[in-house]
């Protein structure tokens, strides 16, 4: 009986993490296509010297180095 209940205790906690990634995922994708939109009209509209200094921006903020974990594995 207690290994059943540890069993359904981890499947719960799985459940749980699972639910908290794919909310993550969720947000970087809108995410993702904000700044793609954003870039989609900088270059539409010829303003290459903002989208340069927005790419330097954005590629220092998403260095490996700059990055820091927001989810915690259990």
Known sequence: M???LQ???????????SIVLQDEIRKERHELKNKYFY???????KKFE???DYL?????????????S???IP
Do not use: F, G, W
């Open 50 to 52: 903002q989208l340069e």
């Open 7 to 17: 069993e359904t205790k981890a499947q719960l906690s799985h459940y749980r993490y």
């Open 39 to 45: 870039i989609q009209t900088l270059v539409h509209e």
């Open 56 to 68: 330097n921006h954005e590629s220092v903020r998403n260095s490996p180095l700059s990055k820091r």
């Open 70 to 72: 927001r989810l915690e």
């Open 2 to 4: 207690n290994a059943a």
